[in-house]
């Protein structure tokens, strides 16, 4: 009997990288995502330009380091 991985993110059809999630806890981290970022928008874009982005690269690296790590492996798909 195989066991069949239990991946948050699936390989997205066409492309590289990952489409919506497929569980629960994959729909947590973005939702923390989007409302990480909008926290940072409130507090960061009046005034410094800078650090909000810099706030948005960190977000995005660890949505990926998550994808990465309960994602499936990402490689370029054609449809199939």
């Known amino acids: 009997m195989s066991r069949q991985p239990n991946y948050w993110f699936p390989a997205k059809r066409y492309g590289w990288g990952w489409g919506l999630p497929v569980t ?3 729909w ?3 939702l923390g ?3 990480l970022i909008a926290v940072s928008a409130a507090r960061l874009l009046p005034l410094r330009h800078a650090a909000f982005l810099g ?4 977000w995005t690296a660890l949505l990926v380091a998550v994808c990465w790590w309960k994602g499936e492996p990402p490689h370029w798909r054609w449809g199939k």
């Open 24 to 26: 629960w806890q994959g």
């Open 28 to 30: 947590v981290v973005l």
């Open 33 to 35: 995502y989007a409302g």
């Open 55 to 58: 706030s948005v690269a960190l």
